[in-house]
């Protein structure tokens, strides 16, 4: 059974690169072209970290050019265009934010185009609740997955849960402008998503709770090989609260960085537990 339509207008993921393009047209013709082998390079030392066997020889043949062509451009041999330029960027195949991210190493002046892409988009409390139960973030993460289907079934399969939670759980996702049908595929349309953060909210913490009661399921039902679930236990000064915040949330950034893929197999969830066991002494100085 395919989800019902979509509501709102439809957003094409063809016009965000044609205007993504067209802005690094105009920065190429700003900028130096000798930035494009830079751009080549560290495009395949990224493909490398996550396939050992990727190569010159394998960018050529995705951007359609012989291994040759390709190292006369990376030697500064060959001159590219800027509408040249963009045709090899076009057949990378790269996300919108992945084509910031990669030119914005090369080319500082980016930055403030990639940290504008990267923007969140923080629910009201009032929307959170709406999707607090986590089915609906597991439902947005399976949207990157290449086959996936919109499907109350083909979600339920992947999910294992019963079909009757998938398809309420993503009308309110539609309703928000977070998700929406393409063909037989769904996908998320909106910006990361994020909520308000050290201000009490029972929907946040029935949220932790469901995560936390899920962890426990996987704790007993999957092998080590599956999961990772470590602990350490420290002595800190409360003083130093906020500093052990910002660590570990540029640390789920990184994480985030270092995994994300361009055909990702499973949907996994990490849940980071950071309390005292003592009676909370919150004094300072």
Not at 157 to 167: A, S, T, W
């Amino acid at each position: 059974m395919l989800v019902h339509k979509r509501l709102g207008p439809v957003f094409h993921q063809e016009t965000s690169v044609i205007i993504l393009f067209d802005s690094i047209s105009i920065c190429f013709h700003r900028l130096s072209m000798d930035a494009m082998p830079s751009i080549l390079l560290q495009y395949i030392n990224e493909r490398k970290k996550k396939n050992s066997q990727y190569s010159l020889r394998s960018l050529a043949k995705g951007i359609e050019i012989s291994p040759s062509q390709l190292s006369s451009i990376i030697n500064k041999k060959k001159k590219l265009s800027p509408k040249q330029a963009i045709k090899i960027i076009q057949k990378l195949n790269l996300t919108e934010l992945e084509s910031l991210e990669l030119l914005s190493d090369i080319h500082p002046e980016l930055k403030n185009a990639l940290n504008r892409k990267m923007e969140l988009r923080q629910l009201s409390g009032d929307e959170f609740s709406l999707i607090s139960n986590w089915i609906h973030f597991a439902i947005l993460s399976l949207s990157y997955l290449k086959d996936n289907k919109a499907s109350c079934s083909w979600i339920a399969n992947q999910l294992n849960v019963p079909e009757d939670d998938v398809e309420p759980a993503f009308r309110r996702l539609e309703k928000l402008g977070i998700v929406e049908i393409r063909g037989q595929k769904f996908y998320q349309t909106s910006k990361p998503l994020t909520t308000t953060a050290d201000i009490p909210s029972e929907a946040i913490r029935s949220h932790h709770r469901q995560n936390m009661q899920k962890a426990l399921v996987a704790l007993d039902n999957l092998s080590v090989l599956e999961r990772e679930f470590s602990s350490i236990t420290l002595p800190i000064d409360f003083q130093d609260m906020q500093k052990a915040k910002d660590m570990i949330n540029e640390f789920k950034k990184k994480l985030y960085k270092e995994l994300k893929c361009d055909d990702p197999t499973d949907v996994y969830t990490l849940s980071l537990q950071f309390f005292p066991l003592t009676k909370p002494n919150k004094k300072k100085g």
